[in-house]
């Protein structure tokens, strides 16, 4: 700042996986302070190398939320600064990335692929209009045992499958990908990027779920599902029909 009259910070951000909220800490070891954990070129999709948060954080809104906020709070006190472009306002496709819990979508939008906002759109917001944050972050307490069952259920045109531990109680802290397939009865939305819309998707506290579109006159949905590391389930549930 005293070399330049303004500074605009540009292109910075966080990837979050919609509708995941934790209680910290957000990364299994905090990363060695004696460490540069500035991405490299080709550190971005590698599970080599140090500890940072892009390749072991858990990719919560609650992490992305409280970052954005400590970053906002730092601009808005600094003399001389012009202005902000957050890297980016919605997730959108790539092919570098098969490993994100959305595979190949980059998760660095304030917005879902389908324009639902996250939580981090109510903080830019919340900055933008009052230069100040009240966003509250959802109750994330719940079981931290790993999955050891999930459950199928079929409502209207959602299927949802919820993931268990030994006790019967959510694991949200687990998170596990899950393949939705639909062997008869309709159809299922898919390739859409987002929660609701892929039919390959990590679970988001617990859950994950998927859009379908019954056919005309079927009474019945037969159903697979696969959760990784836990096993195949096949349900043939009952068409709500509203």
Known sequence: MARYPRLLHAEWGGDSHAG??????????EPLSTVD??????????????????????WSESYIVNLMDHHLMIQNKLENFAG???WA???????LRPENPVPYVNQKGLLARDG??????????????????????????????VCTDFTVSLSNDRIQVTLLDKNGNVAIR????????LMAGGNLIRYCGHMGGSDVIETASGCAWLRVIPDDNAQKMTIGVEVDGVGVKQETLTIERT
């Open 84 to 86: 902000s472009l957050q």
């Open 89 to 95: 306002f919605k997730d959108f496709g790539t092919p």
């Open 174 to 181: 687990d998170d596990r990908r899950v393949r939705f397939y």
């Open 37 to 58: 954990n500035a991405e490299e070129v080709g550190t971005a999709t590698s599970e080599d190398g140090f500890t940072r948060y892009s390749k072991d954080g858990d």
């Open 20 to 29: 995941r909220f934790r209680q910290p800490p957000h990364i299994h070891e």
């Open 116 to 145: 639902t906002p996250k939580l981090n759109y109510a903080v830019f917001q919340g900055w933008n209009l009052k230069q100040a944050s009240n966003v509250d972050l959802p109750d994330a307490e719940d079981s931290v045992l």
